[in-house]
Nanobody
Framework: VQLQAFGGGLVQAGDSLRLSCAASERTGGAAWFRQAPGKEREFVAAVRWSNSVTYYADSVKGRFTISRDTAKNAVYLQMNRLKPEDTAVYYC????????????????????WGQGTQVTVSS
């Protein structure tokens, strides 16, 4: 499975941004992770492909929305009310079998990764 993420950019605090991830084929589930300089890659959100059930990290809950388009094999991350601490490289990831809830925030559960897109939020 090949993934291509795009849509990052430089925005101001409070602005919105939408990330897109195009997948070469359907998978069991997809997720967004992010990695800030000097920090570990962290889970942002995930969506189960079969029923569109979503999961979010506490830090983005209520501000970010993950969704998927089955016709396009695409996953999106709508980011609202962005904060400077959201600044990071954002990666889309996918897995043929959607991880169990307790494990879906581990990067190792996703064998397929996109190239990352930079999101910078200025204060």
């Amino acid at each position: 499975v090949q993934l291509q993420a795009f849509g990052g950019g430089l925005v101001q605090a409070g602005d919105s941004l939408r990330l897109s991830c195009a997948a070469s084929e359907r998978t069991g589930g997809a997720a967004w992770f992010r990695q800030a300089p000097g920090k570990e890659r962290e889970f942002v959100a995930a969506v189960r492909w079969s029923n569109s059930v979503t999961y979010y990290a506490d830090s983005v809950k209520g501000r970010f929305t993950i969704s998927r388009d089955t016709a396009k094999n695409a996953v999106y991350l709508q980011m609202n009310r962005l904060k400077p601490e959201d600044t990071a490289v954002y990666y889309c990831a996918a897995s043929p079998n959607f991880p169990i809830t307790s494990a879906l925030h581990y990067p190792r559960m996703y064998p397929y990764w996109g190239q990352g897109t930079q999101v910078t939020v200025s204060s």
